[in-house]
């Protein structure tokens, strides 16, 4: 059960995080940055998971990298693109319609 | 500086595949890690619960590589089911290089060498291998190409029942087949008492001269009588057999008996088995076309027997 429980949560997460990742990325910010702001929203992410996606949504031209070597360790600063945000804008409509479709669901069964 | 971390991202950079990529993601990981560890006391130990926090190297590393398959999840059956039928293949060729004493190259990649019987178990897993990889390797292309390929498969009924029902036009079929099949078992065993051999020249009417030396021609005619007789039974015992698994069983029977005659058959056959009546120009010619009708029909026989044992295995699986 608790598999089970981790591996639809894991699958959960997975669109949640790219959906979380465009928003937050509207001002720009580096990887660990973006780790602890999550954490203060109180989700935790893994490390060794937000690191490859960044690098995938950089590669499809969602997000845009660079790094700053100005300050005391280099670190590369992640913003969102146009293309970003404009999927960013047709995701967000297909959550809010799911979420509203759950919470419907949800609503009639306990009714019913 | 932290040899710990120079460890660790070494190690990660042994499982990333594009050297483009690596550099930058190792700088970005190794930033990461100093920073974390900074704001956890900055001593090695924070560097090592900084590691530990990203996770194994390989576990690492394999988030950032692509997951696309080498075989595609679609084609994975193809793999199995080719593999079997090709080493079915082999495994028929291997027992005619056996039972007749040769090396075949059938087709391009196929070669087996002259085996005795210990040979032949020796080389069995090595063709099996052989057999896998070669399919693996067409199914990686194809997985490749990323193209919606629809591979052929023979649509074999593999279900009992179906592959072997019993209606009365299969019990008339079968009964009309077993005589035929007796019937010209039956002249040719005549002409053969009369004439020696089945393989005979008309040169005028009522004039035979045998196209074959009388040894291999004597052999040859009771392999063709004996199939002939063979393939009578088994029809009729087809016709009146009421279960699924006997009439399944009976033409396993068959194949298995019809692939040993084959056999026989091929270990008679030489360029030199013909009289001095067939002009000499023709021997090689003939014997060639002799020994690939008998290949083509063995190839065939096999297919069907090894369907036949499919469709036994399965139904001692369903039970």
């Known amino acids: 059960m608790d598999n089970e429980f981790a591996s639809i949560e894991t699958e959960m997460k997975r669109g949640f995080l790219q959906l979380l990742v465009l928003v937050v990325l509207e001002k720009e910010a580096y990887g660990y940055a973006m780790v602890r702001a999550f954490r203060e929203l109180g989700y935790e992410v893994e490390e060794n998971t937000l690191y490859p996606l960044l690098r995938r949504l950089e590669k499809r031209g969602l997000v845009e990298g ?22 960013r804008r047709e995701l967000l409509a297909i959550w809010d319609r799911q979420d509203e479709i759950i919470r419907k669901t949800v609503k009639e069964s306990k009714n019913a | 500086m932290h040899k710990k971390l120079d460890d660790y991202l070494e190690e990660i950079s042994h499982y990333l595949t594009d050297a483009d990529e690596r ?4 700088s970005e990981l190794r930033s990461h890690v ?45 793999l199995f089911r080719y593999t079997s039928l090709l080493f079915a293949i082999h495994m028929v060729f291997i027992g005619l290089a056996v039972a007749i004493g040769r090396s075949y190259i059938v087709f391009p990649f196929l ?24 399919v693996a390797l067409i199914l990686y292309f194809v997985t490749r190409s990323r193209r919606d390929v629809r591979l052929p498969w023979p649509k074999l009924a593999l279900d009992l029942d179906r592959a072997n029902p019993r209606t009365v036009g299969s019990m008339v079929a079968n009964l009309l087949g077993g005589g035929i099949m007796l019937a010209i078992a039956w002249l040719l065993f005549q002409f053969t008492r009369t004439h020696g051999a089945i393989f005979l020249l008309r040169i005028r009417p009522g004039d035979f001269q045998p196209l074959l030396r009388p040894d291999p021609g004597h052999l040859l005619s009771w392999i063709v009588i004996t199939l002939l007789l063979a393939g009578a039974l088994e029809h009729f015992i087809k016709a009146f057999a009421r279960s699924p698994l006997v009439r399944c069983t009976i033409t396993a029977a068959g194949d298995g008996f019809t692939l040993l005659l084959i056999a026989a058959a091929l270990s008679v056959l030489g360029p030199d088995m013909f009289t001095a009546d067939v002009p000499a120009r023709l021997h090689i010619w003939l014997y060639k076309s002799l020994v690939w009708i008998l290949l083509v029909t063995a190839l065939i026989v096999a297919v069907d027997l090894v369907a036949n044992l499919v469709r036994l295995g399965r139904r001692r699986l369903s039970r």
Request: aromatic fraction near 8%.
């Open chain 1, 66 to 87: 660079k790094w700053e070597v100005g300050e005391e360790r280099p670190r590369k600063f992640y913003a969102v693109t146009q293309a970003g945000r404009d999927l």
């Open chain 2, 23 to 26: 550099e930058e993601i190792l």
């Open chain 2, 34 to 78: 100093l920073e974390r560890a900074e704001q956890d006391g900055g001593d090695d130990e924070a560097v090592g619960r900084a590691i530990a926090s990203l996770g194994r190297p390989r576990q690492v590393a394999e988030k950032y590589l692509d997951d696309r398959p080498i075989i595609a999840p679609a084609l994975r059956r193809y």
């Open chain 2, 111 to 134: 070669f087996v060498p002259r085996l005795g019987i210990i040979d032949a178990v020796m080389y069995l897993p090595m063709a099996l291998l052989a057999d896998f990889g070669l």
